[in-house]
């Protein structure tokens, strides 16, 4: 007896055969790609120095009966980014979700800023973010997605020690209401996600992480495993969404309440 076509299937399967293109292919990136790869989604992660690990996502995506491929690109370099989208054309002819996952986290007392600090913290998440959505839109057919990473500072408190990745990462925000209006009229969604404590920054003290999660006033246990399932989860569904665009979703386990 076949199986009733229900809600949730019928929406997940309009995202076989489409494509998939998530800057950075390690730690959360590697759930993220898995998940879209599980509903028949073709995927292409980009990568600067994680060479091995794109490897690793993608290997793990064609197991799952999708085509894959890793690109390397410097996402803050126009000309680097329009090279990794030549060769997404040239394979797949289409971008229909496009994840802007490159981040950097790098910790510094406010009087210690330097010059590299926020080239750094620009690159990475305004560049990084802009020239990859400039440069695959015109590879984009209407009802496609642009999701972009922001963080729960945008939408809570704001930390000492974070002064130019908060202030970058609230530029995310706010250009991802100001994408969805520039890109609206072709059809193509963008929202953007702030999570709060997903998975540690590497070194990251153990001790430091845990007392972040227990200070969330929702006392709900929760792994770093589940945390990063849930990221990924939200991004399936930001993925499939045509009601909403220019919004940035919470994701912090209650840290802004």
Known sequence: MTAPVTILR??????????????????????????????GVNIVVSFRHSKK????????????????????????SQESVRAAIGRIQARFGRIDILVNM???????????????DWDKNIGAHVLGAFWPAQLAVPLMPPGSHIINIADACVVGKMRKRNLPYQVTKAAVAAMTRAMAVEYGERGIFVN?????????PEDFPPETWKAIRRSSPVKYPMSDAEA??????????????????????????GQDL
């Open 10 to 39: 019928k929406h997940l399967q309009r995202l076989r055969g489409r494509t998939a293109f998530i800057t950075g292919g390690k730690r959360i990136g590697q759930t993220v790609a898995r998940i879209l790869a599980e509903q």
């Open 53 to 76: 690990e794109a490897a690793v996502t993608v290997a793990a995506c064609r197991r799952l009966g999708v085509e894959a491929m890793a690109v390397e690109a410097e996402v803050s």
């Open 102 to 116: 490159a981040s950097v986290y790098r910790p510094v007392a406010v009087e210690k800023i330097t010059a590299d």
């Open 192 to 200: 953007a996600i702030a999570p709060g404590p997903i998975l540690p």
């Open 228 to 253: 990063v399932s849930q990221f990924a989860l939200l991004v399936l569904y930001l993925s499939l969404v045509t009601m909403a665009s220019g919004h940035t979703y919470p994701l912090d386990q």
